[in-house]
Nanobody, 129 residues
């Protein structure tokens, strides 16, 4: 699977940003697609995901009140609306694809993030005044 993220930028605290991820060569079987990030000094973490076998979008409890994930009907293009950004949101944001069982586990259990098999190159988001 080939994934490309876009929309990263510099934002001031309190502002919003929207990221987008488009992909190609998705598997014919069910899969998870989601958003993940790596912030300085921390392990890569899950933010939001959806599986093609389950229409529900799942969120990390740390961002569920500020971030919203969208997807097209085919779940090959996904977005991430991020509101009320803080400097702690600074990091590299990734779109990733994996087995359907990784949603919601990859946004609940950090150790499962490593099992996602296809990753975009990531995009930088910087929140600073």
């Amino acid at each position: 699977v080939q994934l490309v993220e876009s929309g990263g930028d510099l934002a001031q605290p309190g502002e919003s940003l929207t990221l987008s991820c488009t992909g190609a060569d998705f598997p014919a079987e069910d899969y998870t697609i989601g958003w993940y990030r790596q912030t300085p000094g921390k392990e890569r973490e899950g933010l939001a995901c959806v599986s093609t076998s389950d229409e529900k979008t799942y969120y990390s409890r740390f961002v569920e009140d500020r971030f919203s994930m969208s997807s097209d009907a085919s779940k090959t293009t996904v977005g991430l609306q991020m509101n009320a950004l803080t400097p702690d949101d600074t990091g590299v944001y990734y779109c990733a694809v994996g087995l359907p069982g990784l949603c919601p586990s990859s946004v609940i259990v950090q150790s499962t993030v490593r099992f996602l098999r296809s990753w975009g190159r990531g995009i930088q988001v910087t929140v600073s005044s």
